[in-house]
């Protein structure tokens, strides 16, 4: 009886410390994804900000296509430089596929996807890459956190440095028009008065 116990016991402490070490333990970029990062024939980066001005809420949104190795390079080695560590609830099917904010967001969100091979082909390859801030991101169903937090500032600065700004989208057209109506309420106001 005794025995049983401590081979239960044991089997328990063999388990947690190996969970314990599957998430803490830091994998590369190129263990994450679907094929070699050499193997990326373009990567599509599409970076939304909200924030507030004057105290209404501003949206704006950048986008980038690199086709260039160059590009795509400058892409991968900010990537690159962060080591990623899985998630617990990664262990648990019905959080597939799911992604919440964390602690570090700060309104800023980054959607990445790097294509493999021929984007004309039948054998399309891609691993798309969310990000929410600086200490949650999504790699296909897996949720990943960088440990390099500084990570995700350097992708969102590249993004907006080097992509295009989008025209005005349904948000940014609601901002301007909350201003609008705001600024005519105040008109007739005055002139109400």
């Given at each position: 009886m005794?025995?049983?116990?401590?081979?239960l016991?044991g089997a328990v402490?063999?388990?947690a410390?190996?969970?314990?070490?599957?998430r803490?333990?830091?994998?590369?970029?190129?263990?994450?994804?679907?094929?070699?990062?050499e193997?990326v024939?373009?990567?599509s980066?599409?970076l939304?900000v909200?924030q507030?001005?004057e105290?209404?809420p501003?949206?704006?949104?950048?986008?980038?296509?690199?086709?260039?190795p160059?590009?795509?390079q400058?892409?991968?080695e900010?990537?690159?430089?962060?080591?990623?560590?899985a998630?617990?609830?990664?262990?648990?099917?019905?959080t597939?596929?799911s992604?919440q904010?964390?602690?570090?967001y700060?309104?800023r969100?980054?959607?990445l996807?790097l294509?493999?091979g021929?984007?004309?082909?039948?054998d399309?390859?891609y691993?798309?890459l969310t990000?929410?801030?600086?200490d949650?991101m999504?790699?296909?169903?897996?949720?990943?956190?960088p440990t390099?937090?500084?990570m995700f500032?350097?992708?969102?600065d590249?993004?907006q440095t080097?992509?295009?700004?989008?025209?005005?989208?349904g948000?940014?057209?609601?901002?301007?028009?909350?201003?609008g109506?705001?600024w005519?309420m105040?008109?007739w106001a005055m002139s109400?008065g």
């Open positions: 005794r025995r049983r116990k401590m081979i016991w402490a063999f388990l410390v190996a969970l314990i070490a599957w803490l333990w830091p994998l590369s970029l190129e263990r994450l994804l679907s094929a070699r990062a193997e024939t373009e990567a980066c599409y939304s909200s507030y001005e105290g209404l501003h949206f704006l949104s950048y986008e980038l296509t690199a086709r260039e160059e590009e795509i400058a892409l991968l900010i990537l690159d430089a962060s080591r990623y560590r998630d617990f609830r990664n262990l648990f099917p019905w597939w596929g992604l904010s964390g602690r570090d700060d309104g969100v980054l959607e996807t294509f493999f021929d984007r004309s082909g039948q399309l390859k691993d798309f990000c929410f801030g600086s949650t999504r790699l296909g169903d897996w949720r990943i956190h390099d937090k500084e500032g350097r992708l969102a590249y993004v080097h992509g295009r700004r989008m025209p005005y989208t948000s940014e057209i609601v901002g301007e028009l909350s201003i109506i705001t005519g105040q008109i109400e």
